[in-house]
């Protein structure tokens, strides 16, 4: 059920990286600044068209292959490699039922469906050396894109451009992190105003201090 209810589903995630690399383009970002002359939307595309490809025609590994290639890490608990490989059951059931109602599963899915089957692992060395599969693709734009996905899979939050792809309402997270700066702005300019003021009182504290103390003259 979580797979099913997931939100956004890749195709949308994937038209949302597609959206900002575009927006990038035209705004000359510093980050595809060199790509600003020459790439156009339709290579863009073509590019966001192969990886959704691949993701709709992996296949899945049975759970006891799925489990020898992806060992226990050490790190975790029995627990939670039992809760792992159930998360990757659930994925490979809905997968199953997916194909036979002649589903895509960029349609069906969302980050939670790539997160437990891991396939990504495998998608992204393949798509990320030359071959039959890339050829005629701009490698600028497939690298680009690939990047920003591998982070959108892995990002623990922020407000970065990888955190967008799988935002549900864009426009809406730009205002709240619009909104989000101007209040840490304010706060700072408040604090500083704070420490300068605490620092004006103490240098006039001190002045009043030295100026309040008795002065002993020597007389010889």
């Known amino acids: 059920k979580e797979f099913i209810e997931d939100q956004p589903k890749i195709d949308a995630a ?6 900002q690399y575009l927006a ?7 980050h595809t600044a060199t790509a600003t002359a020459t790439v156009s939307a339709q290579e863009v595309i073509a590019a966001a068209r192969l990886i959704l490809k691949e993701i709709n025609n992996f296949t899945l590994l ?3 292959e799925w489990g020898q290639q992806y060992p226990q890490d050490e790190s975790s608990s029995s627990v939670d490699r039992l809760d792992e ?3 990757y059951k659930a994925a490979l059931y809905m997968k199953e039922k997916a194909d036979a109602s002649g589903l895509k599963a960029s349609k069906s899915f969302g980050r939670k469906y790539l997160i437990a089957t891991r ?3 495998v998608i992204l060395p393949r798509l990320s050396e030359p071959s039959d599969l890339t050829a005629g693709l701009s490698n600028e734009v497939l690298k680009a ?3 920003v996905f591998s982070q959108s899979l892995s990002t623990g939050g922020g407000e970065g451009d990888a955190e967008l792809v799988w935002c549900q309402d864009i426009p809406a997270e730009l205002r709240a992190r619009h909104q989000r700066r101007v209040a840490a702005a304010a706060d700072r ?8 003021a605490e620092a004006v009182q103490g240098v ?13 003259e020597v007389i010889e």
């Open 119 to 121: 396939m990504w692992s």
């Open 204 to 216: 006039e504290q001190k002045q009043m201090d030295e100026d309040s103390t008795p002065r002993v």
């Open 145 to 147: 894109l690939l990047d």
């Open 62 to 64: 049975d759970p006891v």
């Open 85 to 87: 490989i159930a998360r």
């Open 189 to 196: 300019e408040e604090k500083y105003k704070r420490e300068l």
């Open 14 to 19: 994937v038209k949302n990286m597609i959206s």
């Open 24 to 30: 990038q383009i035209q705004t000359g970002d510093e």
